[in-house]
């Protein structure tokens, strides 16, 4: 491609007229055709141009500019905002309830209530559990009173290596019993040599023993012939001596000259063992009462 040729493609490229062409050519005192080069051309009209910018800039233009280290105070600017508004709307639901818009243009109070947000009420004085300490009606047993129950003063838990003071309570939450110390020490579970137990089964267990004789009682509901079981009794016997009696109510079905018989097979402090017979041969079920008696 000829000199012309790219001359005339920039020209086309960048809307340069034939006005405009003689007015540069007229400026440079030369035709563009003329040039050497394409970077000959350019270089020109690089250095035309610049001349033109500066005639046409205000040469009484100047630009200030303030140091680093100059501040403005709020109180300085005259068009400060006093708010600001939010470019996207904030919106408060609550509990369910209509939506609240706020775009930040102007004050907007919201009340928000417990019930408005799905929590509970405040709690009244004398309400709920909120309640005086105290012994009489419709106030809150304090845990001094617990002592006072106790007819010994509460020292808190066993289950701590905390020293432990005798003649004081403590409660331990293996056993779930109240023990009282009766020789210092400061070991966390309850040792025979340290501690007694004071709760109410081991002092019924105490009276029972002071008295020399255990009982307990129940009732074995519809046994069938030909039957094996096991009782466990509530509680273990202390008593190492035991004896199991039972009586017996005859089925309505059945000949009152066939008898059953309950026998007791085997006795522990914790369960009895037992088999019943029908002698007659006759099918059908049986109640028995049992009492048991440790010695």
Request: net charge positive; aromatic share 8%.
């Amino acid at each position: 491609m000829s000199l012309k040729e790219r001359i005339n493609l920039v020209k086309q490229q960048f809307g340069i007229s034939e006005a405009d062409t003689l007015n540069i050519e007229k400026a440079l005192g030369k035709k563009l055709v003329d040039y050497e080069s394409i970077e000959a051309l350019v270089a020109a009209l690089m250095g035309y141009y610049n001349g033109e910018l500066k005639k046409k800039a205000n040469t009484s233009h100047t630009h200030d500019y303030a140091p680093s280290s100059h501040k403005h105070k709020k109180a300085d600017i005259s068009d400060f905002p006093t708010s600001m508004k939010n470019p996207n709307a904030l919106e408060i639901k609550m509990n369910g309830q209509n939506p609240v818009s706020y775009d930040g243009a102007a004050a907007k109070s919201i009340n928000i209530t417990a019930s408005g947000i799905g929590a509970e009420p405040a709690f009244k004085k004398n309400g709920a559990f909120n309640k005086n300490f105290g012994t009489t009606s419709n106030t809150v047993l304090e845990g001094a009173k617990l002592a006072e129950i106790l007819g010994l003063t509460y020292g808190g838990s066993l289950n701590t290596s905390s020293a432990k003071t005798v003649n004081y309570a403590y409660y331990d939450s293996t056993t779930k019993k109240v023990y009282k110390c009766i020789k210092a020490t400061s070991i966390n579970y309850a040792d025979a040599n340290y501690f007694e137990a004071i709760s109410n089964n081991d002092l019924l267990g105490k009276l029972q023993n002071l008295l020399g004789i255990e009982i307990k009682i129940g009732r074995l509901e519809n046994i069938t012939n030909a039957k094996t079981g096991k009782l466990i009794f509530s509680s273990p016997f202390i008593k190492k001596n035991i004896v199991v009696l039972t009586s017996q109510s005859l089925r309505t079905e059945k000949p009152s000259n066939i008898d059953n018989i309950l026998q007791v097979t085997n006795v522990t402090s914790t369960y009895f063992t037992y088999y019943s017979q029908d002698v007659g041969g006759v099918s059908g079920t049986m109640s028995f009462d049992w009492i048991a008696i440790g010695i």
